[in-house]
């Protein structure tokens, strides 16, 4: 793991299980020090403001081709954090004061079982903050299990909201090693949905150590709509992972890597065809997996056949996201896929249209001291 | 294959055996038909110049993670091709009549087993060439078996030659389907040399059939720089191929696909510090290939400490390639690389400093008829 936090005075050992269920501290006490190769903040940063309200965007990850390294975000739907100064808790601690949105009864309270609270934990050891205690409260706008990105953006919201509130003297990278560190206890070691979560747009993971991200800026002046149909089912995650063959055959690597190439091009040059054609192109992981969520290989034939230039697994699933430039389009080929998923995978699914966030986890209210 | 050429008068059957060494039709009579998605040359056009005289530069294929479907090319080092109208030739049909320069004695003047007569012969059946007789002189720059798409420059020369001396009605993909049917017969059906020889530039190849090119350009005002170091010695060809994995991990084919974006993107974004990065970043290829030409890892290793951004084999070897961004430094890089070739590998070698091709092949010379 590329980010390891070492302390001089006490070594704080996160629990190893990747379950969530089972608090085992309450509060997390930062007294770390960091790497040297994190910023080091000479003195602890003071709070600029009483209290802070941020949102982090779904993203789709496993990008077709780009499977693992590539991710975006998607704006319009995503989890909200609102964060205050709190005397109530113990100087240099955070407390989890409430959850809302549907999935809020699945999640714990105990910072260090939540998405969003590992990540505030990280950035406030990041910044060195000891002598003053944060109130967090998480709206949930993402369903869990989803394939949107829903832990990510619990975390990218987190981590922004306690940078911000200490006045922003973190980069997005070392926001992003906090988001990682979230995601780890989650969904595995991946970035690829918190990274375009904190950062916005494309983002391509190129190396974890050390962390290597490149932000793909999809033209300002073209417009990329994408269509997210989700089913109510829920994808057996350890099927999806099983599903992944352990060895890949030299002409498939050769061809998902020729269409990995050529979906970063069609991002840098706003080619949407050639985008929407890298998306279906996966020969390696949405063969396997497509046949695990019922209808999926219907509703991506029904989206093309409905004009989307190109559709696929959105994350593990069982979301499926297509893409569209136009947004009166995408919502005829959302109807077609919502269709496609009842009567192919007998399954009730909703469907959306949204454009690409650009900006990523951001500020969207805040209180002076 | 892409491009298959049927006659409602007569079959032309290429000889099925990969060997150039034997020839057995002399001359290329054109009297096809071309399939329905080729440009129909209504009239069969007449030659606007006497003679003229084409260029095609080297190339580098195999380009780190971008093997087999990445190449660019290389500008001050390449293949001519000099085309004349002959009504001493039988119309319709080609000549070789010279062939020049070192590797002159290892190829067949026979057009049919010659890599620029095989590409000059498929553009006049585009161009529906039934009434003029050509005359090819071929002069190699590129020595062969280099790793520097030797073939290619050949046939990509003859295959603009032969446009231009038509007034040029065919486009960049028609040319290297042309090229395309002369690699085949020497060195398999890739176009990652040939697609670069003729267009310039990086050219990703997305899928051949049909045959989808994306020109990646790299930013007009940033100096690229492509050190070449070329060893006495013939690379195993076979071994080459036969050292390739038939399986490949999930964690390397991730990565490489990963560093395959990498690439695209830093190409686009005129990122010469990244792009020299992915450039040395394959874990498939170059680990199994690098072995079977001596001294090439500490090749490397000169070239990178030397300061170049990266380095790799070309091709498939034994030249190896890096980059740089500064003449005089790649010649330094150059030196550390011939010595390391040298004191590693026991071989004598060469070395040159080339830009970026931009251009692809081209006329360098006519005469008006």
Redesign the interface.
Known sequence: MAFCCQSPIKTITFPQSKSLSKPQKPLFVCNLSLPSRYPVISTEPEPVYASVKAFAPATVANLG??????GCAVDGVGDFVSLSVDPQVHPGEISISDISGDSAKKLSKNPLWNCAGIAAIEVMKMLGVRSVGLSLALEKGLPLGSGLGSSAASAAAAAVAVNEIFGGKLGVEELVLAGLKSEEKVSGYHADNVAPAIMGGFV???NYEPLEL?R?SFPNEKELFFVLASPEFEAPTKKMRAA???????PH??W??????????SV??GDLV?LGKALSSDK?VEPRRAPLIPGMEAVKKAAIEAGAFGCTISGAGPTAVAVTDDEEKGREIGERMINAFLKEGNLKAVASVQRLDRAGARLIGSIPR
């Open positions: 081709p780009g499977f693992d390294f590539l391509l993971i190129r490149i793909l992944l063959p352990a060895e890949i055959g030299m690597h050769v998902n890597c020729s269409q990995a190439g050529a979906l970063v091009a840098l040059q050639g390696i």
